[in-house]
Structure formats: C-alpha cells, structure tokens
C-alpha cells in the first residue's frame, strides 16, 4: 500500500527535521515524593476491571503493584476501606487556559478566528497558566487534559496535552512525550465565522473543499521534504561525480522552505500528530473518513459528535473514538438529534471508543457525573455498563485518544502514578475526590489547605473588608 | 395521545377529559424527611384525594406500587425558555428575549408567554425526567428590564400558566456595561421608569402607557427577579427593592453568601446554579460550591436553576451538588418542588389530598445522576415517557434492524 509505505518510510527514514526538533519543550518534572500503600480499596483498574478489596502500592512516581506485593517500611499508608481508586481522570476536550476564567475579551486566546486554516497556531501559545479552572479541574480528579483551539476554523491549530499540576509556564504542565492534537471543525462554525464574511467557507461543501485543498498542499510539501531527504542521502554518496550530478545535487538539496501551516498538516499526514475532529453529524463524521482515506490520514477521534451513536459499528470498525457529552442537545441544529444514550451506544459495539469529555469548565470538574449519567443511560436503555467499563469512558480510553496510554489511564505497574482516591463510588453525584496524585506526588488533598493550590489571580481577592 | 387530550381540552373548555384514578402504592415520601415508612397516594380527576397508608387493593382504574421507591411533586426545571427556544442558533425559532426594537423604549409589557409554544420537542425531553413545570423568562435583552415571564406547566397546554407576573431585571455588569458603559445605568433606568409610575401617560419618556400598567401590576403584585452576581449590586437590589416596595428575588447569587446576612433580614430568596464555582466574571471572585448551604444556613430560600434550557433537566445534578456541599436534603427537596411553586404564587405542590397530581416516581434518590425518573404524572395523566430523544434512542438500539431505520418509527 502507497499509504503504509508513506508512513514506514516518512516515519522511519525520512522525517522534517524541524517538526522532529523539540520546540517549546515540557520542562515539567514530577515532584518527588515518598512510596504510597493504598489499602483495602475497591479499585477501577481503567482497562474494565474491578478489584475489591485490593492495595495499591506507588513508588517513584509509578505504579509499582496492584494487589500482593512488598512495601518500603518507610511508605505512606493510605486506609482506603470503603473508599473507591481510579486512573486520574483525562479530558480530552478543554479549553481551560484559552478560554480562561475570568472570561474577559483579552484572555480569550482560543480562535483564531481570521482564516478557515490555521493550522499554524499552536494552543500552548494561549495558555493562561493561571487559569482557576486547572485547580477546580483537580479537585475533580482531573491529572491530564488536552488543550484545543476552538473550532471556529477548519484546522484550528494544535492542541496540547497537559498533566494538570501548578505551573507558572504551560511548558511546565507539557506531558512530557505526548504528540500534538491537530483541531479540525465540521459543520456550522466554520461556515457561519466565515460565511458571515461573505468568505469561503459559507456551506458544508465549501468546507470539505477547503479541507481537501490544504491537505493537497501538505501532501506536496511532504512531497518536498521526502525528495529533499533522499537527494541529500543519495547526493552524498554521488556527489562529484559528474557536472550534472553537482548541479542536481546543489538544486535538490536546498531545503524546502519551511512552512509551520503545512508542518502541522505534513504531521497529521504522518500520523506523528492525532487529529481531533469536531463533527456533531452522523453523515459529516463519514464524509471525513472517506476523506482521510482520499488522503491517507487517521482520524483520531469525533469530538462532540452528538449522532456518533447512529454510526457507532462505521466508528468501531475504523478505530475511531467518540468524544462526547452525556446530555448536551439542541443548542444549534447540528445538536438536534442528541441523546442520552450516545456514549453507552458508542460504546457498544466491540471496539468502540467511547470518551466523555468536557468542553466546560464546570464539566471538566465532574467528569464523573457526567459519566455516570451516561451510564445510568445505557443501562436504563437496557445494556449492561458496570462502573468498571464506564470508567475507560474518562480515564483510558482519553488517554488512547491522545496518545499516552502507554503512560497513564490505567493503573497497570509502569505507569505513571496518576491516581484519584473516592469517597465512595465515584458514579454519583456525592462522590468526591479525597486525594489526587500526579506523578506519584500527592497534588491534592480534600480539606487539607496545604494541599488545595491556588491560582495567583485568586489570591487576595475580596478583602475589601477590614481582616 | 397527548395532541387527542389537548384537542379535548380545547373542545370542551374545562371539562376533565380522563377522569382515571390511580393509586400508588408502597411510595417513600421525600417530602416527609427521613421517614422510613411507605404511603399510599389515590389520585382520581387530576387532584391528590389521600396521602395516607393502607390503601392497597382500593378499586381504580390503574394501580401502581412503587415498591419503596422515592415519590416526590413533579420537579421544578429552573428559569428556562422552554417552549420559546426550539433551537439555540435557529435565531426564528428563539422568542425569549427582546433586542434591537425599534422603539428605545422600556417595554415591561413584553410577556414572553405570549410566545409560549407547548409543542416544542424540548418540553417532553424535560418532562420525562421527571420536571413539571418551570419559571418561563425574559431573557436579558439590551434593556435593564427585559419583560415579564411566569410559571408554566410543562403539560403540553397552550395557557398552563400559573401564578404571578414575574420581571426580569439586569443589573449585573455585563447588563450596565451594554447598556451605557456603567452598571450604574441599570439603576438610573430603574429609578426612571418607577418614576414614571406617578407620570400621566401624555408625559411618558420610557415606557408606553401599557408599559406602565404592567410595571405597576407588577409592583403590586408580582416578583421582580435581578439577576446579579457581585455582592455589590445585588446589596443595591436589595435597596431598591426596600425603597419601591416590590418583592424582589436575586437570580445568580454567585457572590450571595458574602451578604446573607443582608439577604436573610430582608426576605428575598435566591437562585443559583450551584456548579458555579469558578471566577466566571470579575462579578463573581466569589463563587463558590457551598453558596447554598452557607445561604441557607443564614435562613435565605434558596431556589436552583441550570442556566439551561434544552438541557433544563440538568438541575436535579444542580441540587444533587449543593448536597454534596452541605446543603440539608429536605432543603433541596423543598427547592425542587413547593419553594417555587410558592415563591411565584402557583398551585400548591405538595404530596397532600387537594393538590394538583404532578408527581414523579423516582427509580432512586432524585438528586443523584444515577437515577432518573419511572414514571411521571402531570394533571393526573400518566405520561407514555416518550420524547423526540426516546423515539431516535429506540430507532438506533437494534443493532441489526430487520428493516431500514427510516421505517422504525417508535410509538
């Protein structure tokens, strides 16, 4: 296949360098802390099981052991009895920095909004670090998000992946290893931000058009740099040996001109970004898979996708995950055929995907109740989701979605000790997170003001009273 | 059907068209606080006739028993547009607020319940969870008062109105900035339109003659809603309120609890949102998740509203969280089903012989996301559970139809 070969060969061999070179780099690094014995715990492991009864022991920063096991004398010892453990839980659709609280114009960093394609911009450049929402965010268990561009645009730039720990720097809260996201919109957005310009795109085949055109481009730049790469391997071994080699040689080895739009749409094409779509149609979500076929690109996950559920066996068969809400409908015609029952049906077949995610800044708060919803859903419609298969819904599942499953999402030895200990079972609106580990390190404690950070812009709020 | 009893209704005015009785038994009481013991309630014409035990094997027409599940008064879904915004972005199908008019004025007779549809799909997406009625209002406009809304039954009727002229007043920041680049407009219009109250009409400036009938209708007997967050400006409501001698609710509240205190001494109650817990606004620095029970704590009403419409039925998972954050059961029950029916002068909804038969049996506790709504009454009439959602949700569940979807047509 053309399209295997591609990927083997651009990934392997032949790669941009500069989108290979880590610019803005993670200088995230856990805090160290000491070894953690969870005990007697109910344990969601992420990845569908259930243990009761069970410990759970961390040591630097991993998860060393779920069930028997030896303890350093010297670690922490957590009495979990009657208390339920999961995998930090993972949104894969925020726009907690960009679309910042308080939500004032010159904060409001999450479009940009002057060109259907800005695959240029980079989310990370708008993050607000000091966005009160990272804190409420883990309150609510949260360790990992992604942060996306709106979806204004047709490609609306790249979204990045963040462990949800206090930093003065978004560099600070980079997950470290994890690919970029590249947000992409279907639908109304689009055509109304620009249509209303009396701009292309005004209709949806305007938008599909517009798509297919910037990723023609990208094809021919990938095109470029692969010419390029091997012109300088073979020009190498040749070169000298006769005038028109030199000459050759000297043409195909200038670099092509580096070009940050289509480095991110060269990125998608190889797979080394996921591409995060948002689409609320059943028909739409498969026009862009015949269209990611055309152009030899996964779609990583529909993000929204309020009819996912009237195609949920196309997006199981394609590996494609759903990323939706458990209730949201009606606020605009693409959102007219929502039901509660989308998650739990996208969930269904055998290797479906399913993802709730946020959107909100409250949402993203109570991931848990939004999937308990779901789940409440699926089973009154008469499916049968126990709390251990909801939970990939928030947990590994999100983390497949963004490319870190080999590092968080499940609590499997290895992994990184991103775990939220419950008051009860986390499924209801009465649960609560008691204690929040990121890294192994203990980020937040209910109750415990030494443990419940604090933006810099909430600080010395509201003492117009005389303390 | 429910389109056959409302052609009913119109036909034969006021005449009962299904006098069925029901009776259900074995139901827990929420309303009766921690009471283990269960009840029988008999529901004949439309009306609660007995809340009392032992009632098992009367003769009805249907007979329900709730084996101990929860029973409460159909829910209160918060100050909504349901039944004035069929779609968000579908600006034609959207009746709930007033902008851009021509005419400059102040418009307090701008009545949104003119524009009520009963048949918009959202109103049994909202009743099959277990809602039965809601506070119909004028959304914020481009004026400090946007007009007047009331309760409304969610009963597929086309004047299931209920209860007093309510008024919905802007006096938050993002309303002030608007309208003249200062919150302090809001209340120099107010001032100016109360005065017009004492103005002959050949003399109005702001409102029309109409305008200041219903505005000193409403002074005299209705409610005024201001909706504003900062402890600020809902302390200036609270004085114009005192000084214009109208009943006043605050709607929002983020900032609420700094003024209790102020809130408690002068009666008025207050919505809220209870997930609001973020600095949203420079009006609210203050949010925060134990807004209700800090409120109530103080011996303020506390009401709750999701800010929602199409997703109105989020508010059981509103008042579920103010639980979660120390608010008393009993207190956001109360919040979900007499509080309001009370505050804006509605039929009682209570679970007492006498009261309307809107009640709802529960599959668990109501205020939790893991249960939902079994069954629903509304006037007596016990609802088929079905929505434009359900109907998509059982075209889509088989997961190999032996016809096309297009022919599955739920009924």
Known sequence: MHIAFRFFATLTLFAIPAALADVFPSTYAPVPAPPVLFQNATVLTGDGSRLDNTNLYIRDGRIEWIGEGSAAPDATVVNAKGKWITPGLIDVHSHLGVYPSPGVAAHSDGNEATAPVTAEVWAEHSVWPQDPGFTRALAGGVTAMQILPGSANLFGGRGVTLKNVPSVSYQGMKFPGAPHGLKMACGENPKRVYGNRNQAPSTRMGNVAAYRSAWIKAQRYLDDWDRYEQATVEGASKSGEDATSMASALLTTTPPKRDLELETLAGALRGDILVHMHCYRADEMLTILDMAKEFGYRVGTFHHGVEAYKIAEQLADEGVCGALWADWWGFKIEAYDGIQENIALVDRPEGGCAIVHSDSDEGIQRLNQEAAKAMLRGNRAGLDIPPERAIRWITSNAAKSLGIDDQTGTLKPGLMADVVVWNQNPFSVYAKALQVYVDGSLTYEQGNPDLNPQSDFELGQLMGVAQ | ?411
């Open chain 2, 1 to 411: 059907m429910r389109p056959l009893v409302l052609l009913a209704v119109l036909l034969l005015g006021n005449m009962t068209a299904l006098a069925e009785s029901i009776l259900i038994t074995n139901a827990t009481l929420l309303e009766r606080g921690a009471s283990v013991d269960t009840y029988d309630i008999l529901i004949a014409d439309g009306v609660i006739e007995q809340v009392t035990q032992g009632l098992a094997g009367a003769a009805v027409d249907i007979a329900i028993d709730a084996e101990g599940r929860p029973v409460t008064s159909a829910f209160f879904a918060g100050i909504t547009a349901l039944g004035l915004n069929e779609i968000g972005m579908v600006y034609d199908t959207v009746d709930s607020r007033l902008q851009d008019l021509y005419t400059g004025l102040i418009h307090p007779e701008f009545d949104v319940r003119d524009a009520f549809n009963p048949y918009s799909s959202a109103i049994p997406v909202t009743r099959v969870e277990g809602f039965g009625y809601t506070l119909l209002a004028a959304a914020p406009g481009d004026r400090p008062l946007s007009g007047q809304g009331s309760l409304v039954r969610l009963d597929g009727g086309f004047s299931s109105f209920e209860g007093k002229p309510v008024m919905f007043v802007n006096v938050d920041g993002a309303a002030g900035n608007k309208l003249g680049g200062s919150r302090g407009a809001s209340w120099m219009l107010l001032n100016a339109i109360f005065d017009e109250l004492a103005v002959p009409n050949k003399d109005l400036k702001l409102m029309t003659p109409q305008g200041k009938t219903a505005l000193a209708e409403a002074k005299k007997r209705g409610v005024f809603i201001f909706r504003a967050h900062r402890a600020s400006d809902i302390v200036r409501a609270l004085t114009f309120a005192a000084e214009q001698n109208i009943q006043a609710v605050i709607s929002g509240g983020q900032e609420a609890w700094m003024i209790r205190q102020q809130l408690a001494a002068a009666g008025v109650p207050v919505v809220i949102n209870a997930l609001d817990n973020l600095p949203g606004s420079f009006d609210a620095l203050g949010a925060r998740l134990d807004n209700a029970a800090l409120l109530h704590e103080a011996g303020v009403t506390v009401l709750f509203t999701s800010g929602e419409t199409h997703n109105a039925r989020k508010v059981r998972q509103v008042a579920g969280n103010s639980v979660a954050y120390g608010l008393p059961y009993d207190a956001a029950i109360a919040a979900m089903t007499t509080l309001p029916a009370r505050l804006f002068g509605g039929e009682e909804r209570t679970l007492a012989s006498g009261s309307r038969a809107d009640l709802v049996i529960w599959s668990g506790d109501p205020l939790d996301v893991s249960s939902a709504a079994d069954t629903v009454i509304i006037g007596g009439q016990i609802d088929n559970m079905q929505s434009r959602q359900t109907y998509l949700m059982q075209r889509y569940l088989p997961e190999e139809p032996d016809k096309a979807r297009a022919y599955i047509t739920p009924r």
